[in-house]
Nanobody, 115 residues
Framework: QVQLVESGGGSVQPGGSLRLSCSASGSIFSINTMGWYRQAPGKQRELVARISNGGTTNYADSVKGRFTISRDNAKNAVNLEMNSLKPEDTAVYYC?????????WGQGTQVTVSS
């Protein structure tokens, strides 16, 4: 069993910043990828950013240069720094852990960017 607990999120004006954090517990293996996905109303869930246990990162084109993902392997934690937020970043953000061909998800946290 794997549990993912997210924190952060909330409401911010355009151009503002937010930080999301996620901590994983349970049966965590050393080789895995952690990341963040988001789902806006009426849209499919999409990758925002992910990072391997070795530090390799991938970002959606829409967030490159604005968002930064990082992780602490010792704590099984992943963070997402979001800067220069735009209204189109509004969505529910989900923490993800991928290991041994299985995906695990957090409960989601709302991010709203609005003036």
């Amino acid at each position: 069993q794997v549990q993912l607990v997210e924190s952060g999120g909330g409401s911010v004006q355009p151009g503002g910043s937010l930080r999301l954090s996620c901590s994983a517990s349970g049966s965590i293996f050393s080789i895995n990828t952690m990341g963040w996905y988001r789902q806006a109303p009426g849209k499919q869930r999409e990758l925002v950013a992910r990072i391997s246990n070795g530090g390799t990162t991938n970002y959606a084109d829409s967030v490159k240069g604005r968002f930064t993902i990082s992780r602490d392997n010792a704590k099984n934690a992943v963070n997402l720094e979001m800067n220069s937020l735009k209204p189109e970043d509004t969505a529910v953000y989900y923490c993800n852990l991928y290991q041994r061909l299985k995906n695990y998800w957090g409960q989601g946290t709302q991010v709203t960017v609005s003036s």
